[in-house]
């Protein structure tokens, strides 16, 4: 893991991070469908299984080894929104116009939708950026053939929902609710963006042309609403001056070779950050000192090469002096060696997400 991490402490952090990613995964063979199917345990933070915003940030260890295994996780997934289920013994019908959030609580997928957690545009965005990335690497979209009608539903969601996405929660959901959040938002439309380019491998050029006017439109409308007053920084939320966050989302604009958000932009926040440093690494946002030790590597990841050796090297300081004696904390304090809560869950297989980086 040296080859584009430049430092030995990524490379340790990286072989920690699989085993812990592998290690909450469970392959299985479908009798009915002739294919495998993986399902991912959420650990700790709940019991759910194959929660959409654990696969995502768990993705890059996966898809950086196997584009292939990553797509058996998401097949469950898709068969459960496309109301595929009545075979299985436990027919749910899925009536949301956007992605799921979970299946079920672990071992069992029998969640009704009007129990899930919603988290709309979080979830939808994240599936649309991980098949994207999956489609490009194979080349292939044939997997892709029964739910065509369904990623069509949820990319028009996107439309509809940007660019503000309201009162919404994301994957942050331990600060609740965030209204007109920026970080939120950017997802949303680089995911509109990774839909055109598929739409464009398919050789449906029409939608493609439209998704992707529909993204830059809403790209130059996010630069305007996220641009703080001080022209120093993006906001956390599009109505809250003063505030900032880490835009961790963004990291899939440079991975599918998107060109939405300016770089300037990004690199805007990128030297705000370096004010904002703590002892252990960047807060994820104003409103506290604690981070995510996965969206902490995809900021870093856009970073130049200083700065994500900074970056890289508060997280692994942290991970190695930790008083708190648990598996791999993802969400810890900046300020002191202790976790603030979790432990043990996949999402820390973001960190290979730098491997992604073209």
Known sequence: MTAKGQTPLYGEMGALAYRQVTGGMKLVYNNIKGQYWTFLKEISSDGDVSTVDVIYPASPAILYYSPQLYQTLLLPLL?????????????????LAWAPHHLGRWPVCNLAPNHQEQMPVEETANLLLNIRYITRAEQSTTWLQPYWRLL?????????????????????DFEGPSPHNSNL???????????????TQIGNYAAGNAYMSIAKNFADAWVINSTDASGTHTKLQYNLTGTWSQKYNLVWQPILGLD??????????????????????????????????????????MAPQDQFIEITNAVYAWTNVTTSRVPWS????????TAKGFKARPVIGGIFVKMLMP
């Open 79 to 95: 068969a459960y929104a496309n109301n595929e289920t009545a075979p299985y013994g436990a027919p749910v019908n899925y009536n």
């Open 152 to 172: 069509d539903i949820w990319s028009n969601y996107l439309i509809s929902a940007l660019p503000d996405p309201g009162n919404q929660l994301c994957t942050d």
């Open 185 to 199: 938002a950017v997802k949303g439309i680089v995911a509109l963006g990774a839909y055109s380019q598929l739409m």
């Open 260 to 301: 939405l958000v300016p770089s300037s932009v990004i690199e805007m926040d990128m030297k705000y950050y370096r004010t904002k440093m703590q002892t252990f690494g960047l807060p994820l946002d104003s409103r506290s000192l604690f981070t995510k030790t996965d969206w902490s590597m995809w900021t870093a990841a």
């Open 330 to 337: 993802d969400w810890y304090w900046t300020d002191k060696p």
